[in-house]
């Protein structure tokens, strides 16, 4: 990772961290960039947190006065710029979104012309630039100053995208969606209520303010007992930029990633649609999905944590489903990153053509219990390599057995130790995860 851009964009408190002078040079650059050998074009979108707007300009004046072209989706979610991207030619894609965070963080994440994150190498030519380690890029003058245009249609072309993949009508089938007050509130009623369901929302009102205020998918308690109020035959949960997805049972249930993973995986694979009948995971998937994989003959890969890992190893394998326990899920043959409208289509799916409801897809996976402990340390390194800490993830290990699993790694963006533990039972995985914790604060190696 990069000194501004982390795995997921340039993200902090806005005006703190991120900052309007940021976000210009971030646009001057990419227009000057991608605009060498003809007139960029790049395309903006923007979740509803108050400072979006700010950094839209900020952004949108940058690329013009490097003499790029700026198309405004305005209010819209991560995977509809991304999808826009590669459909219609543009260079390259900007989100002003910090995803599930609170309204007062905001981020830059840039897409490449294939819809997908782009390089680091690019990133690290970015940050260059905003430090004042290149040389200064020339403005643009006369006819070559570039322009904004709004670009509304082309978010109306991803909700017609979303439309056409679904394969029957959701008619009389009552669907809960939680937009987290984020960008899915422009986007996922209206495809719903085209597939014939009837569509009960909530958190779609947002003020700049309450995006991710005790709602959507890092939330799902709401919604939990929105569909049991109401009834409802199933209900989706989006976070603040709808890459993420988190499903809610006919029984009030959590649906997380992994069960969706399972239940899209299990559906693609009976009927040969599922490339080497293998899932991609991070090695934060739970116990509980890899047993229920190994009953059904379906394989799985592991990449480390974050969605970025899980797109490249389904790129260079030619996997069509991945994702992260968190909700970030891939279908690789409609999209080139996660995307929280679309795993909902597809659970519909699974749901619609098996005449099966979520609960009972679901019910032949049994999760594990699972305790993460983040331990703030001194340093990261030395914490994980310490021989009495090693000692004592070995012992868990060993104790564990089959039933159960233990993983210590770094945190990519703090100074932190994660240690979970997955066990037959709560008080098992507190036990375990507590010797461990309490080894490193033995060691002195925690502050």
């Given at each position: 990772m990069g000194k501004y851009f982390g795995t997921d964009g340039f993200r902090g408190e806005a005006n703190v961290v991120l900052t309007v002078e940021h976000a210009f040079k971030v646009g001057r650059y990419l227009g000057w960039y991608f605009g060498k050998d003809h007139k960029a074009k790049v395309v903006i979108g923007k979740d509803t947190r108050r400072s979006s707007y700010m950094f839209e300009y900020a952004l949108a004046a940058g690329l013009t006065a490097s003499g790029a072209d700026a198309y405004l989706l305005h209010v819209t979610t991560t995977p509809s710029v991304s999808y826009v991207v590669r459909t219609e030619d543009f260079d390259c894609g900007i989100m002003i979104s910090a995803s599930h965070n609170p309204f007062y963080d905001n981020g830059i994440k840039v897409l490449n012309g294939q819809g997908r994150k782009l390089s680091a190498d690019v990133e690290e030519l970015i940050e260059a630039y905003i430090d004042g380690e290149t040389e200064e890029i020339p403005l643009a003058q006369k006819e070559n100053i570039g322009r904004t245009v709004d670009y509304a249609a082309g978010r109306n072309r991803y909700i017609g995208h979303l439309i056409s993949l679904a394969t029957r009508s959701f008619k009389d089938k009552r669907i809960g969606l939680d937009c987290a007050?984020?960008?899915?509130?422009?986007?996922a009623k209206s495809v719903f209520d085209a597939l014939g369901a009837k569509t009960y929302v909530i958190n779609n009102d947002p003020d700049g303010t309450n995006i991710n205020t005790n709602c959507g998918s890092t939330h799902i308690e709401?919604?939990?007992?929105?569909?049991?109020?109401?009834?409802?035959?199933?209900?989706?949960?989006y976070d603040g930029d709808a890459d993420r997805c988190i499903a809610v049972d006919d029984q009030g249930h959590v649906v997380d990633g992994d069960l969706i993973l399972y239940v899209c995986g299990k559906y693609l694979m009976e009927r040969g649609r599922l490339k080497d009948n293998t899932i991609v995971t991070t090695v934060m998937s739970n116990l509980g999905l890899y047993k229920a994989c190994d009953k059904i003959g379906m394989k799985y890969e592991q990449t480390a944590v974050g969605d970025k890992y899980v797109a490249e190893n389904m790129m260079a394998n030619g996997y069509g489903l991945g994702g992260e326990q968190s909700g970030h899920i891939i279908f690789s043959k409609y999209a080139t990153t996660g995307d929280g409208i679309l795993t909902s289509l597809m659970v519909m799916e699974a749901i619609m053509e098996t005449k099966q409801s979520l609960s009972k897809l679901c019910e032949e996976v049994k999760i594990f219990p699972?305790?993460?402990?983040?331990?703030?340390?001194?340093?990261?390194?030395?914490?994980?390599?310490?021989?009495?800490?090693?000692?004592?993830?070995?012992?868990?290990?060993?104790?564990?057995?089959?039933?159960?699993?233990?993983?210590?790694?770094?945190?990519?963006?703090?100074?932190?130790?994660?240690v979970m533990i997955e066990a037959s039972s709560d008080e098992i995985c507190e036990e375990y995860a507590n010797k461990v914790v309490d080894v490193l604060k033995a060691e002195n190696l925690t502050v």
């Open positions: 007050n984020g960008s899915s509130s422009t986007i709401v919604l939990q007992k929105y569909v049991l109020e109401k009834g409802l035959d199933v209900g989706f949960a699972q305790t993460l402990k983040n331990v703030r340390v001194v340093d990261k390194k030395t914490a994980r390599e310490n021989p009495a800490v090693q000692k004592a993830v070995q012992e868990v290990t060993e104790a564990l057995g089959s039933d159960g699993r233990i993983l210590v790694r770094e945190s990519g963006t703090e100074p932190v130790i994660r």
